[in-house]
């Protein structure tokens, strides 16, 4: 007997997504997690009165019904919403000769970019130019609309030949890097760097390693729609979207650990929790990493050896080292919400430690901490090679957290003096609460150098969703990716109903 059209493994945002959007198209849809929080990497949990993401804290669009972020789409889908503030400036990049403001308004951020240098800030305007163009030419075909099979080329004919025919300048763009329109019209080295820079907090990689559509959205949603916290925290969206699942008939189990997806006659049958409990149903989808699902989910001689040995050795970004911290606010009525602490200029940005982001989300929403305190999660990168637990274990959470308290000092200089709550989490926190293999942030995929495997994979009826698919890392992007699976397991024509 069959208990559920579709079993989803996971509820990140991506399972999420997925499952919610089937729910929506009809399925008997049941997502199974792991922990006993929803929300995979953008969870949300409380400590002391403090509520702390546990990973994203920049988004767009949440606000606006216009916006082009996929996350957005499906929540008009699901004929959900939830409350954001609007706020600008993005944040504050402190590099070590000087602090940066970054701004939504494009006019605003190209001012500021002039304060530093006029040149650089001409050769920053041609780029921009470049990518904007192609995220207008993107604009007009809605990710909602999108799907991962070759029913997508009729559906993109039929409905959206003039948006076809502006993207055919922009394939070669569409395609390369971020570095390679940045080499053609950018020579200043500040705004090389800051290029950089802001690639590497989109995708682990910098200009050169990262596609250009990925930037080409971010400049584009941030100058062209509104940049905005969601009230409560990344936890609030995930509450969206489960209500989203159930409200069309979908279930969320928790405590519920997946040990191994199922396969009959070479197809997916279904899953077998830890408690061995088995649960039946032709359509598996893991949200689970490729690496999770391919070595934890799957025996080996269910897939081709030559397929998972080439998965298997895609190479991954680091995972963090953590900082949450409670904190008391007085005389801190003028901070700003985010900031990005680059500490050596004599180092690559992407060394561990080096590039610290802080993320203070109590300053748009007070809700998040008790009365005249603010929360903090600040994080870096961090190898999960050398860590284990055991004797040292504290000591070296301890020295490999200080460069995150040190870049925190550089936006408050006295907040060691001011804290009530701290929470140090490693490499193994991420892997252990996350599930995720060496609690890595994703695939390490350069632009030209591979792409992001598609939802699909070689065993009937499996399918995956999340960081480690097309598009790629990043909450927009998993979101689409939930999109792209569910889309493809129903007709175009039920896709064309929610686009209405």
Request: aromatic share 8%; hydrophobic share 40%.
């Given at each position: 007997m ?6 989803v493994?996971?509820?990140g945002?991506?399972?999420l997504?997925a499952?919610?959007?089937?729910s929506?198209y009809g ?9 006993s ?9 409380s400590r ?5 993401d ?6 767009c669009g949440?606000?606006?019904r216009h916006?082009l972020?996929?996350l957005r789409?499906?929540?008009d889908?699901l004929d959900e ?7 600008d400036?993005l944040?504050?990049?402190h590099?070590p000769d000087?602090t ?5 308004n494009?006019e605003?951020?190209?001012a500021a970019i002039?304060?530093?240098?006029p ?11 470049r990518l ?11 990710t909602l609309a ?6 997508l080329?009729p559906v ?7 948006a076809l025919?502006?993207?055919?300048p ?17 020579r ?10 802001e690639?590497f ?8 390693g990262?596609i250009a559509?990925e930037v080409a959205?971010?400049f584009g ?5 509104v940049i ?6 990344s ?7 489960v ?5 069309w008939?979908g279930?969320?189990?928790l405590?519920a ?12 049958a279904g899953?077998?929790l830890?408690q061995?409990?088995t649960?039946k149903a ?5 949200n ?5 699902t391919y ?8 897939l081709?050896?030559?397929y998972?040995?080439a998965?298997?050795?895609t190479?991954t970004v680091?995972?963090f ?7 008391r ?5 003028d901070?700003?919400?985010?900031h ?6 004599e180092?690559?940005?992407?060394v ?5 982001m802080?993320s203070?989300p ?5 809700s ?7 929360v903090?999660?600040?994080y870096t990168l961090?190898p999960y ?7 040292g274990y504290e000591?070296?959470?301890q ?7 040190q ?12 804290i009530t709550?701290?929470l ?6 991420h892997a252990r609460f996350?599930?995720?293999h ?6 390490a995929?350069a632009?030209?150098?591979?792409m992001f495997?598609?939802n ?11 960081d480690?698919?097309?598009?790629g ?12 699976c569910?889309?493809?397991?129903v ?5 064309a109903q929610?686009?209405h």
């Amino acid at each position: 007997m069959q208990d559920a059209d579709v079993i989803v493994i996971g509820s990140g945002v991506g399972g999420l997504v997925a499952g919610a959007l089937l729910s929506r198209y009809g399925r008997k849809v049941l997502v199974c997690e792991s922990h006993s929080i929803p929300g995979g990497a953008a969870h949300s949990f409380s400590r002391q009165g403090f509520q702390f993401d546990s990973g994203p804290s920049f988004y767009c669009g949440l606000s606006d019904r216009h916006s082009l972020n996929p996350l957005r789409q499906v929540l008009d889908a699901l004929d959900e919403s939830i409350a954001a503030v609007p706020y600008d400036p993005l944040g504050h990049y402190h590099f070590p000769d000087g602090t940066f403001p970054v701004y939504g308004n494009a006019e605003r951020y190209r001012a500021a970019i002039a304060q530093v240098t006029p040149s650089g800030a001409q050769q920053f305007a041609k780029l921009e130019q470049r990518l904007l163009s192609l995220y207008e030419a993107l604009r007009e075909i809605p990710t909602l609309a999108l799907r991962a099979d070759l029913n997508l080329i009729p559906v993109l004919l039929s409905r959206y030949p003039l948006a076809l025919l502006k993207l055919l300048p922009q394939l070669g763009v569409i395609q390369g890097s971020v570095g390679d329109p940045m080499d053609q019209s950018v020579r200043d080295p500040w705004v090389r760097r800051l290029i950089d820079l802001e690639c590497f907090l989109l995708s682990g990689l910098k200009a050169h390693g990262t596609i250009a559509p990925e930037v080409a959205f971010m400049f584009g949603e941030r100058s062209h729609s509104v940049i905005d916290y969601p009230v409560g925290g990344s936890g609030a969206i995930v509450q969206a979207l489960v209500r989203g699942l159930e409200r069309w008939g979908g279930k969320l189990r928790l405590n519920a650990h997946v040990e191994e997806i199922l396969v009959e006659q070479g197809k997916a049958a279904g899953i077998r929790l830890k408690q061995g409990e088995t649960l039946k149903a032709p359509v598996v989808i893991s949200n689970a990493t490729l690496w999770d699902t391919y070595t934890r989910l799957l025996k080996p001689e269910h897939l081709p050896a030559d397929y998972r040995r080439a998965a298997l050795a895609t190479p991954t970004v680091d995972s963090f080292m953590h900082l949450h911290l409670g904190i008391r606010a007085d005389g801190l009525e003028d901070l700003t919400g985010h900031h990005v602490v680059v500490h050596s200029a004599e180092q690559d940005i992407t060394v561990p430690g080096n590039t610290c982001m802080i993320s203070i989300p109590s300053v748009w929403d007070a809700s998040l901490a008790p009365t005249g305190h603010h929360v903090i999660h600040a994080y870096t990168l961090e190898p999960y090679a050398n860590w284990q637990r055991g004797e040292g274990y504290e000591a070296q959470k301890q020295a490999r957290s200080q460069s995150l308290f040190q870049a925190i000092e550089r936006v408050i200089p006295d907040v060691r003096s001011r804290i009530t709550l701290e929470l140090i989490g490693t490499p193994l926190t991420h892997a252990r609460f996350l599930r995720r293999h060496q609690g890595t942030y994703g695939p390490a995929i350069a632009a030209g150098q591979g792409m992001f495997p598609s939802n699909q994979t070689p065993i009937p009826g499996l399918y995956r969703v999340g960081d480690s698919t097309m598009p790629g890392i990043g909450v927009p992007a998993v979101a689409a990716s939930g999109i792209l699976c569910a889309n493809t397991l129903v007709k175009p024509q039920q896709t064309a109903q929610l686009l209405h």
